[in-house]
């Protein structure tokens, strides 16, 4: 039954992996800002939590933005405490897999971390993205706070409404509150720095979100 299950279909928490209760280890510092990749993090900046698909293509987006003090790829969004990867895949813990990014917002707004979001992936393959299937590669957006909530919502409409104009279809992005962050294994982080001709199977739409489509009319 585990080998057949559907990937495409979410585990109900019941049947969910039963986990650990320890975390894994990760590095001190980020392998390419030389930054912690684990809290704290300093004073006022800001946390966005996102699925995009395979998290090595996603996490590369995010280290290269300006104003990212740190990233971070893992598991969040399901049931299970400290999966490991292959746990993940399975499909039987319910997370997907996400990037942690902690950025200044005085160098760089939420609408800047929206746009790369958006554009960075094609928010409307519902359980997979490209040839990944599962529902571990699905779109997710997991907000920290009630003004994350609020701009995070606006933006998904009208850039819905961007895609809707360039004939695609209805955005499948999972809007959720954050819960736990479970990082992933070493060899994970910063994957695609350390690993330069690795898989990366995330890619766009070709629409633009242009900053600050959250507060456009």
């Known amino acids: 039954m585990f080998l057949f299950r559907d990937k495409a279909a979410m585990v109900e928490r019941r049947d969910a992996l039963a986990g650990r209760d320890w975390p894994i280890v990760v590095p001190g510092q980020h392998f390419v800002l030389g ?87 094609d928010p409307t393959q519902g359980m997979r993205q490209g040839n990944d299937m599962g529902t571990q590669y699905r779109s997710v957006i997991l907000w920290q706070d009630e003004a994350q909530r609020a701009a995070v919502e606006r933006s998904r409409e009208l850039y819905q409404r961007e895609l809707s104009g360039a004939g695609h279809g209805e955005i499948t992005t999972e809007l959720a509150q954050a819960g736990p962050f479970y990082y992933a294994e070493d060899y994970h982080q910063q994957y695609l720095a350390k690993n330069p001709s690795g898989y990366c199977g995330i890619g766009g739409t070709g629409v633009s979100c242009p900053v600050g489509l959250t507060t456009s009319a």
């Open 35 to 121: 930054t912690p990749i684990a809290p704290p993090f300093p004073g006022g900046f800001e946390q966005l939590v996102v699925g995009m698909g395979c998290f090595w293509g996603a996490e590369r987006i995010f280290w290269k933005a300006p104003g990212v003090y740190t990233t971070a790829v893992g598991y969040a969004g399901g049931y299970t405490p400290n999966p490991t990867y292959e746990e993940a895949c399975s499909g039987r813990t319910g997370h997907a897999e996400v990037v942690l990014a902690a950025f200044d917002p005085s160098e760089t707004g939420l609408e800047e971390m929206l746009r790369l979001f958006w554009e960075g992936h």
